[in-house]
């Protein structure tokens, strides 16, 4: 299940230092705008304290972590949507992605160009999503007047799609992006087609000094970011991206003392991992003992079928039934055997829904 998080935001807000720190990939940076042109991919391990501890009551030969996939975009500057700043091979690129992690500068560094050459956070918010709301109407308007020419002639399938259309035009027009609507499945199938950018949802990383990693939520930066987001019904999540480039450095025992003498729990990378996997509707689900103990994504709301496919075809094709323990059960109990003394152990059939954190044996026959 290959997914992906676009990384975006104004040139020299930390974008691609956020990306090294995320995926330790060395992403070119430099203190000018557009140092990163083509886009730069990179896959991470969803952290999951689970997989050890399932690892420690069903004993594997090995332990595999499921993956998530970043993609670094260039800065995008304004007249991003008329084609400035190579405004059309960026969001291009931004088209391709299924989420958008959007990174706001929130810290004052007078060594640190800023593109704009000062520090307001939701000046730089509003300046790249009003050149993707501009995009997305440009793409409206070009569909608009055939698909409704053709939705005369009672084409069903092109009224459905015109009738989706005049929904979205007045909201661009508004200014809002297409996220802020509500559309029942067969519109979202039809939005999906549209390939809009923002009908993505989006997350904004505010990217703070290493002195705020304590206490990001006093930060007035923070603040007005958050304020905006909560508006639209997004999340924020404060993140020191040249630390966390740092900290991407250490091993785990100094990683552990870092945090903790910055009064910090979890790393803002894997924050903002787990962030990201939820923000795309995204679960997983185990597989344990034998040759491996492994994490596997699956779609939040999938059927025991569909997930036994994640791992082979052969397993949805020929799907009996899927022995399942949450992650929950096996902790308390201590084993698969204890959780089925205590009735924990369940049998599931095809019309199952999967729960994040479901271990899972699949029975099937081909």
């Known amino acids: 299940m290959s997914l992906t998080a676009g990384i975006v935001g104004l040139p020299n807000v930390g974008k691609s230092t956020l990306f090294n720190a995320i995926t330790k990939a060395g992403a070119e940076m430099a203190n000018y705008p557009f140092a990163t042109i083509d886009p730069n991919v990179g ?13 420690e009551l069903i004993p594997a ?26 405004g059309n091979k960026f969001l291009e690129n931004i088209r391709q992605v299924d989420a958008i992690v959007h990174v706001v500068r929130a810290f004052d560094d007078d060594n640190v160009t800023h593109v704009n050459n000062k520090i307001d956070p939701l000046d730089d918010i509003e300046t790249i999503n009003l050149e993707l709301t501009l995009a997305d109407l440009e793409s409206i308007n070009k569909r608009y007047e055939r698909v409704e020419k053709v939705a005369r002639t009672k084409d069903k ?18 200014g809002k992006p297409v996220r802020s609507l509500e559309f029942d499945e067969d519109e979202q199938k039809i939005v999906k087609g549209l390939f809009l950018l923002t009908s993505k949802p989006v997350l904004y990383v505010a990217n703070i000094a290493e002195d705020d990693m304590a206490e990001p939520e006093k930060v007035a930066y923070v603040q007005q970011i958050q304020k905006y987001a909560q508006a639209e019904g997004a999340e924020t999540l404060a993140v020191s991206a040249k630390t966390e480039e740092e ?16 009064g910090v729990e979890e790393s803002g990378l894997d924050r903002l991992i787990k962030a990201s ?90």
Not at 70 to 82: E, L, M, N, P
Not at 247 to 261: M, N, V, W, Y
């Open 43 to 55: 896959m991470v391990e969803v952290p999951d304290h689970r997989l050890n501890r399932i690892d």
């Open 61 to 86: 030969k090995k332990v595999i972590h499921t993956t998530f996939e970043f993609t670094d975009i260039a800065g995008i500057v304004k007249g991003a949507s008329k084609g400035e700043g190579l």
């Open 157 to 174: 399938e092109a009224l459905a799609e015109f009738n989706v259309l005049k929904r979205i035009k007045p909201v661009l027009e508004a």
């Open 247 to 262: 900290i991407a450095q250490l091993d785990e025992g100094d990683k552990k003392d870092f945090l903790e003498a910055e």
């Open 277 to 366: 996997y939820k923000l795309l509707g995204l679960a997983t689900f185990f597989t344990a003992g034998g040759k491996e103990t492994r994490a596997w994504t699956f779609n939040k709301g999938m059927k025991a079928p569909q997930v036994a496919g994640i791992i082979h075809s052969d397993f949805e094709r020929g799907f009996i039934r899927a022995e399942t323990v949450s992650f929950a059960d096996l902790d308390k109990y201590g084993s698969i055997a204890a959780a089925r003394e205590a009735g924990k152990l369940r049998q599931e059939g095809k019309e199952y829904e999967v729960q994040d954190g479901d271990i899972i044996e699949f029975r099937f026959n081909v």
